[in-house]
Structures are given as C-alpha cells and as structure tokens.
C-alpha cells in the first residue's frame, strides 16, 4: 500500500469520530474537524510517496510497520485539527505530523504508543 493512502487510512477514522461526536453546542467545531480531516485524507492521496513531507516521516519511522503511526504527538494533532479553528490546510497538517515524528526518539518511532484518555480510533 501506498505510504499517503496510509495516511488518508489514518485519517478517515478519525474524521469520522468526530461527526459522531457532533452536537448542537459545540458551535460546530466537530463538523468542522470532520471536514478539516476529509479534506488532508483527500490531499494525501493526491500525493507521491516521493514527496518530501512523506520522505521526512518514512525516515523518522512513521510506516515501521506497515501502518501509518504518527507517535502520539502527531495523533494529538489530528485530534485536535481544526477543533479551534480552520487555520492551515492539509499541507500544514502533513507538516505538522513530520516536524512532530522527527521530535520522538528513533527507537520509539517502532514501538506501538499506548492510547490514553477518551476512546479514538485505533
């Protein structure tokens, strides 16, 4: 599989988090997450696995194995993407995960982070 369809593959179950976790009192920050999230898993598969961003977190071991893992920075980010506000785009997100991957110890870029606090997709 394509390293960016990983990516779009990662990304897609937690768009789809948080248009469940939509409500009328969140001011449509959920939605907008969603949509945020949609739109980056769409742009990464638009992309070749040559591009410098995808380079960058295959070398800091975001594909080791054989799945996309961000650590557990990088999945902070996606949780929160656009949560606040609509600020960047997909783009900022990708580099935003790479900058984040290449902060985490090497060894620990192998090993499966433990999820902690409220239930997201695996």
């Known amino acids: 599989m ?3 369809w990983m990516i779009a593959e990662y990304l897609r179950p937690y768009a789809q988090w ?3 976790r939509a409500d009328p009192g969140d001011d449509g920050r959920n939605a907008r997450a969603a949509i945020g ?7 990464t598969t638009q992309l070749d696995d040559g591009e410098r961003v995808i380079v960058r977190m295959a070398a800091a071991g975001c594909f ?3 799945h996309f893992d961000p650590g557990a920075e990088g999945e902070a980010l996606v949780r929160h993407w656009h949560y606040d506000g609509a600020e960047g785009g997909p783009a900022e997100l990708l580099e935003a995960l790479a900058a984040s991957a290449e902060r985490r110890p090497r060894a620990a870029a192998a090993l499966p982070l433990p999820r902690t ?3 997201a997709p695996a």
């Open 37 to 43: 999230l949609i739109d980056a898993a769409v742009y």
């Open 18 to 20: 948080r248009i469940n």
């Open 64 to 66: 080791a194995r054989g």
């Open 2 to 4: 394509l390293r960016t």
């Open 117 to 119: 606090g409220e239930a």
